[in-house]
């Protein structure tokens, strides 16, 4: 009787002991949700205290310190868990966080790609991917990651903001100055045509604002031009950009050149556009409206445009774009195909033409960048001009 006494003694002392135990963590979890972060590390801390290796408080105070900044500390929480449990998904899950939060992008990448590896079809860890390649500025991945998050039950309206950030591309650096100098060979026997360009670009996070002035030389004759240049926001998941250019002497390039371009986003991959250019020269002038539509497939951007020239006859012009990313923004390969009509302001006319490019862009590190561009171009009066443009930005 005595043992059965004690017995029901122990099983209730237990009982007693566990009902307080599940009370102070649901306590504990109740102030963590309710964001008093300060209180709820004080009741974690006290289970820890007798319960050194209670996954479960770990866990939450490895996420406590985290939000309120102590990453290191937090990380060695996590790494805690794992070594207690490796199959703590939620652990890594806070690992890849934290290590975002804390601007360490390889690492969060790493413990990413385990919790992933375990939760394939957790919509949180897409989102968390879609923003560390947000960070390094690889937009295409992102848009794929996204797309991944919405099918698997992300919020729509989180997508949306993050979408905004890649249709309209913001970096921590606000300034950026830099020239670039063409040179092209003009056959037959013409002489030779070159460009010079200087210009200066500030963020003010709505808008992307540019101020350039070119110097070009054609035929043996001198020509110049500003250029006012603005990217800025219009409505969700859209934005425009509007571009003035002046000819300062009307030699031979546009007295007047004004270009604006509104672009909206269709889901994670899709960019159609409408646009109109406006080119007044001396002698005559020409109303371009055009459309455009583009998509990013995999690490490609691909963009086809389609214009219609009104100048006293009626003509046009395509332009197609691929453009393959190599890791970032910054980095890629492109290659642009333009046929159909162009101004020859030396003949006063606009006549049938064919031009393909090949452009690379490459970011030194984050301050510098550098482009070059291999051109050729050829009309109907069988004159071409094959040249080479080279390109240096500096950014602050």
């Not at 309710?34 to 770990?58: K, M, Y």
């Not at 960070?135 to 905004?164: D, M, W």
Request: charged share 20%; aromatic share 14%; hydrophobic share 40%.
């Amino acid at each position: 009787m005595k043992k059965i006494i004690l017995l029901l003694l122990i099983s209730f002392t237990c009982l007693f002991a566990i009902s307080e135990y599940e009370a102070r963590f649901q306590a504990g979890r109740n102030l963590y949700y309710s964001g008093s972060r300060d209180e709820a590390l004080q009741v974690f801390q006290q289970i820890l205290n007798e319960n050194p290796n209670d996954v479960d408080a770990l866990l939450i105070r490895g996420n406590i310190f985290a939000q309120m900044g102590y990453y290191e500390i937090a990380i060695g929480d996590f790494m805690h868990v794992l070594t207690l449990t490796p199959d703590y998904n939620d652990a890594y899950a806070s690992m890849a966080k934290t290590y975002y939060w804390a601007g360490d992008y390889k690492n969060a990448k790493i413990k990413l790609i385990d919790w992933m590896s375990r939760e394939p079809e957790n919509p949180d860890a897409y989102m968390l991917a879609a923003k560390i390649a947000i960070s390094n500025y690889n937009f295409v991945t992102a848009r794929s990651h996204l797309e991944l998050a919405g099918k698997y039950g992300a919020n729509q309206n989180e997508i949306e903001e993050l979408l905004k950030t890649i249709n309209m591309p913001k970096r921590e650096t606000d300034w950026a100055v830099g020239g670039s100098l063409e040179y092209l060979a003009v056959n037959p026997g013409r002489p030779d045509w070159s460009q010079i360009r200087i210009f200066g670009q500030h963020d003010f996070q709505d808008a992307l604002i540019s101020a350039e002035i070119s110097r070009y030389g054609r035929n043996d004759t001198i020509d110049n031009t500003i250029v006012l240049d603005a990217f800025f926001d219009t409505w969700e998941k859209s934005y425009a950009n509007a571009r003035l250019q002046l000819g300062l002497l009307g030699t031979f390039m546009p007295v007047l050149d004004l270009t604006t371009e509104l672009y909206q986003a269709i889901g994670t991959k899709w960019e159609p556009a409408v646009g109109y250019r406006l080119m007044y020269y001396d002698s005559t002038s020409a109303h371009i409206p055009s459309v455009a539509v583009a998509v990013y497939p995999g690490q490609f951007y691909v963009r086809d445009k389609v214009s219609i020239i009104y100048s006293g006859k009626t003509s046009w012009q395509n332009q197609f774009t691929v453009r393959y990313f190599i890791n970032e923004l910054d980095n890629y390969v492109q290659f642009m195909s333009v046929v159909g009509t162009d101004f020859n302001v030396f003949n006063n006319d606009w006549v049938s033409s064919t031009s393909i490019a090949l452009t690379g862009s490459w970011a030194i590190d984050e301050n510098y960048l550098l482009q070059g561009t291999l051109a050729w171009t050829q009309d109907e009066y069988n004159t071409t001009r094959t040249g080479i443009n080279v390109g240096l930005t500096y950014r602050w």
